[in-house]
């Protein structure tokens, strides 16, 4: 649930966005991404890190043996089908193939309670290529998930076993409690550790998910291994997910055509939504006594980000890990409300096929902005697929040398010398 993505864009701008995946997530191995196929960018739980990937492990086609050296995430959501490959890493790993493509599998869900044919094709003809990529990247080990769409669509089974039958891919529906704590690992790395709590959310096609993050049960110290990542799901002090994403929002109340009143009104329904939750947990009070911070995860962040930036493109490099205030988001959805349709189509980083979700969006983060007043947001080009990456990859033993610090070394002579950093 990353990234505006959806506007056509070309390989080269791919490319950019691979030489641009070298943060914490796991550094990108040169031009791998720059494919054409690629460039459609477009309650509180047991603790423990063993429930990081409740479910099947090492679900899909593409699982075969413990000496995994390839894997694959997928992550098919109610409006876009997401992938990456990547390999281990001394810090987390290296993206060496990447797809995502709008497809708004869930369009309609909500009126008619079932997936349409045309969103079913749709979306099969994308993971066609998302099959193709882990075959020629030879992917050993995968996790192939998928969330709100086929959760509540009474045809959602079916589309699973068709899914299967016609590309090969076993397609693997999770639970909200899942998704909520993958969305943590795979941001886990971006949280300011100097602050006590931190809400994580993932703004969602059908539903987003909220997990507030207490982070004084972290060390200071900061390994960037995956095992440290997966470790942040212990500090979960509670989650929930909201039946209410972009597309089901915006068809609900009109995305084209925005006006201030209609704008209000989504602010308002999602704002019945968290009172249930703000009520049985208090959050407001606790943060109002110690610091605080918000981690998006969602293309309603990273498009409010790149139109802030005032790119010229979408760049990814620019975009994750940077740091909003709460005037500057609403600057920016002020400056949308303003304009029509066709002229949020013209703003490079929304395109044509977000212009009528983007306000949507922006009404999911104005309702968590005024029931939690945190002033400090930060943007996270990352999310689910890079949750899996993790996850598995803890589960294989990668990187398990970022759980102790190394061992000092002797100079000649006799003499302590300080150990590298891991």
Request: hydrophobic fraction near 35%; aromatic fraction near 4%; include cysteine.
């Amino acid at each position: 649930m990353t990234g505006p993505r959806g506007t056509p864009r070309t390989a080269a701008r791919v490319s950019r966005d691979a030489k641009a995946m070298r943060n914490e997530t796991g550094e990108s191995e040169g031009n791998a991404l720059a494919s054409a196929e690629a460039s459609a960018h477009a309650g509180t739980p047991a603790p423990g890190s063993a429930g990081a990937a409740e479910g099947n492990k090492g679900t899909g086609a593409f699982a075969q043996r413990p000496d995994h050296s390839v894997y694959g995430a997928l992550d098919l959501g109610t409006n876009n089908c997401r992938l990456l490959v990547a390999k281990p890493s001394r810090h987390g790993f290296v993206v060496i193939d990447a797809f995502s493509r709008i497809i708004r599998l869930g369009e309609g869900v909500l009126t008619s309670g079932k997936l349409s044919d045309d969103a079913m094709q749709r979306t099969i003809d994308a993971l066609r290529v998302c099959g193709d990529k882990m075959r020629r990247r030879t992917v050993t080990r995968s996790r192939l998930i998928a969330t709100e769409a086929c959760r509540i669509a009474t045809n959602g089974a079916e589309f699973v076993d068709r899914v299967e039958n016609e590309t090969g891919l076993k397609l693997e529906v999770v639970g909200r409690e899942t998704e909520a704590k993958l969305a943590v690992s795979g941001c886990a790395s971006l949280l300011d550790r100097n602050c006590d709590w931190a809400l994580v959310f993932d703004i969602g096609g059908g539903s987003s998910e909220l997990i507030w993050l207490d982070l004084t049960r972290l060390g200071k110290q900061r390994r960037r291994s995956v095992h440290d990542r997966v470790d942040v799901q212990n500090c979960i002090a509670a989650w929930t997910s909201l039946p209410i994403g972009v597309v089901s929002l915006a068809e609900r109340h009109g995305g084209r055509e925005v006006t201030e009143e209609s704008y209000e009104a989504m602010v308002d329904d999602v704002m019945v939504g968290l009172n249930a939750f703000e009520s049985q947990y208090r959050f407001g009070e606790k943060i109002g006594r110690s610091s605080a911070h918000f981690l998006g995860t969602s293309g309603t962040v990273t498009t409010i980000s790149g139109i802030h930036l005032k790119l010229p493109h979408y760049e990814r490099s620019r975009v994750d890990g940077c740091w909003l205030t709460a005037d500057d988001v609403r600057r920016v959805s002020g400056d949308l409300i303003a304009m029509s349709y066709a002229e949020r189509v013209a703003q490079p980083c929304i395109g044509h096929e977000r212009a009528d979700l983007v306000l949507a969006g922006c009404a999911i983060l104005e309702a968590l902005l005024r029931m939690w007043p945190c002033q400090r947001l930060r943007v996270a080009d990352r999310g689910l697929r890079e949750g899996i990456l993790t996850t598995l990859m803890a589960e294989d033993g990668h990187d398990r040398r970022g759980t102790s610090p190394r061992p000092r070394r002797r100079r000649r002579g006799g003499k302590k010398a300080q150990a590298g950093r891991d």
